[in-house]
């Protein structure tokens, strides 16, 4: 029978060097029926043989109750599988150089195999006599009845800790189907996978190995990287690797210990496994050739039918995580691209402070249609009639050209809707320029006129604003399409929130009016133009958003604008997003033409 087998059952068994109750009556039992003053429920384990069950044994052995193997008349029977009886075990060359006989003082002796279910002989049922002794036909018929009981025993314990084994690795695998789904980054995977696996009979490694041009690279665990794990960080397809082995063959690889590791693959695979102090390995390929997945042991293994099946599902279901992982990657990827070429590089404008906000959603789309803009254009002309019916003076001076400002949310959560987002963006741009006043409301007329011919959706909500420099003053003009209302904190930290806008969306029919509303902005007011996934949350009301955004820029708002961002971001990290986020916050420093120095204006984007 093999070796690891019968460990394997001794292990599950669950004795060892300590007294058993079960196994100590069995030892009484003997002793009584067979009239010995020792008697003993031997295990053979690989380097010392122990008794969980014992009755009539000296000190020191009673205490310890084990002794090396060269004390050990045990091992015989185990590696025979029969009866070993001997009337004085001085006399027989097996046996007549061991210590037990001056130690122990095992001069009589009967043990028999005390045995599994599949046939491993785990230890001996044993009789022992201090003096010579002829074994009567009754006695070792007794001893071998108590034997097969105490094998029964044995028996019943190991198999109940294989439905306790089963049950959990079956709750592995249910646990895998709900854990490895939600799963949305090869690193996330790799943690996931790492948390389904514990306990001291399970993997005590497990690696993810993705497949490339070259062979097979790890994916890092994010929170327990291994300094030696360098020395297995790739390997190459064509090396002696069982994973290297796997992914060629496309089948499963097992090793069950270091000496199997040694005898079938190469030094590096040995030194490598030897390093991070592994000995035994189970290598699945992935589906469509994608990678390997890893469990190993640091002990020697051995795998079961049931066990062998579980990871074998698990790596299913990590197939398709990988699958869906890279698809959502590269569709991100792509994404973020996009979006990245359509968030507007700030000016710098004298008088004025800036900074952008970006987050991207935490569904798996993870990209939309927010956006933000902000460009200079050309000033009014002097004399001309200002929104709201006044007419602003030419006096002396040349006027500083205006800032333009705006923010927007297209309809969808996907590639689509970003595409949709960039012509939006440029067309609201080139009606802008179109217009010779620059009116917010206009502009977003002409786009609405726009989506009434071309087929760009459901279309979106957007606020389109214009800053003036008037002397010694800054002049907001500004449209609402349906958008959530910017904020502005004067000097003092109260916040108003411009509520005035149009209840139509970005891309209404066209010919329906639009309207341009006026507010002047102090010196060291702030305004703040963001998009609904700021404030809109699953299970929350908007209004309470928007009540908490409020209280945030009444809060700290007076402080830098980046760390005022920083601290809009960090508010977030309680919610599932699934929606962008973009925020544009704005800063009067000074008077136009004599403005307090600052700094430029500041892209900034995180993720949370």
């Known amino acids: 029978m093999d070796e690891l087998g019968r460990l394997e059952a001794l292990r599950l068994a669950g004795l060892t060097a300590a007294a058993d109750p079960g196994m100590d009556r069995f030892a009484r039992l003997v002793a009584r029926l067979v009239r010995v003053p020792v008697s003993l429920v031997s ?349 602003e003076p030419c006096g002396t001076g040349v006027r500083q050209p205006a800032l333009i400002l705006s923010i927007g949310d297209i309809i969808g959560h996907d590639i689509g809707a970003a595409a949709v987002m960039g012509q939006v963006r440029s067309m609201l741009r080139q009606a802008t320029l179109g217009d010779p006043g620059h009116s917010p409301a206009a502009a977003l007329a002409a786009v609405d006129s726009t989506f009434a011919v071309l087929p760009l959706g459901p279309g979106g909500t957007a606020v389109h604003a214009r800053l003036d420099p008037l002397g010694d003053r800054w002049r907001l003009t500004w449209s609402n399409a349906g958008h959530t209302p910017p904020l502005l904190r004067l000097p003092g930290g109260r916040v108003s929130v411009l509520e005035e806008h149009d209840l139509l969306l970005l891309g209404s029919p066209a010919g329906l009016s639009r309207r341009d509303h006026v507010r002047e902005l102090p010196q060291d007011s702030v305004l703040m133009l963001y998009t609904d996934g700021l404030v809109e949350h699953r299970d929350s009301d908007i209004d309470d958003g928007i009540a908490q955004a409020v209280s945030l820029l009444s809060t700290y708002g007076d402080g830098s604008l980046p760390q005022f961002l920083e601290v809009l971001s960090r508010s977030l990290e309680g919610f599932a997003r699934s929606d962008d986020v973009a925020v544009l916050a704005l800063r009067v420093t000074g008077p136009p033409e004599n403005p307090v120095p600052r700094p430029p204006g500041r892209h900034y984007s995180a993720r949370l």
């Open 43 to 391: 295990l053979l384990e690989a380097d010392r043989q122990v008794f969980p069950g014992m009755t009539g044994l000296e000190e020191p052995w009673a205490g310890q109750r084990e002794t090396p193997l060269s004390h050990s008349f045990c091992q015989h029977v185990v590696a025979s599988g029969e009866p070993l009886v001997l009337d004085d075990s001085r006399l027989y060359r097996l046996t007549c150089a061991s210590l037990a006989i001056p130690d122990l003082r095992v001069i009589a002796y009967a043990g028999m195999p005390l045995t599994d279910a599949d046939g491993h002989v785990l230890g001996s049922l044993c009789a022992i006599d201090h003096e010579p002794r002829k074994w009567a036909e009754d006695e070792l018929r007794d001893l071998r009845d108590l034997a097969e009981a105490c094998s029964v025993e044995l028996r019943l314990r190991i198999a109940t800790q294989q439905i306790r084994r089963d049950r959990d690795q079956a709750d592995v695998l249910l646990r895998a189907s709900v854990e490895l789904a939600r799963s949305r980054e090869l690193s996330d995977l790799v943690r996931r996978l790492h948390r389904l696996f514990g306990g001291p009979v399970e993997p005590s490694y497990v690696t993810l190995l993705l497949a490339d041009e070259r062979g097979l690279s790890r994916v890092a665990h994010p929170d327990d990287a291994r300094p030696a794990e360098g020395a297995v960080d790739h390997v190459e397809r064509d090396a002696d690797f069982p994973s290297a082995q796997a992914m060629r063959e496309q089948r499963t690889v097992f090793v069950p210990d270091r000496a199997a590791l040694a005898d079938g693959y190469g030094p590096e695979a040995v030194h490598g496994f030897d390093s991070l102090g592994l000995s035994s390995v189970l290598c699945v390929p992935l589906a469509r050739g994608r990678g390997v997945l890893m469990w190993c042991w640091v002990d020697a293994h051995v795998l079961t039918v049931t066990e062998e099946a579980v990871f074998t599902a698990v790596a299913g279901y990590v197939s398709q995580a990988v699958e869906r992982t890279l698809f959502v990657e590269n569709r991100l990827s792509t994404a973020e691209q996009l979006q990245s070429a359509m968030l507007t590089a700030l000016p710098a404008v004298p008088g004025l402070e800036m900074a952008a906000l970006y987050l991207p959603a935490a569904d798996q789309d993870m990209v939309g249609g927010d956006w933000y803009d902000a460009y200079p254009v050309p000033a009014g002309a002097c004399g001309t009639t200002e929104p709201g019916g006044t007419t």
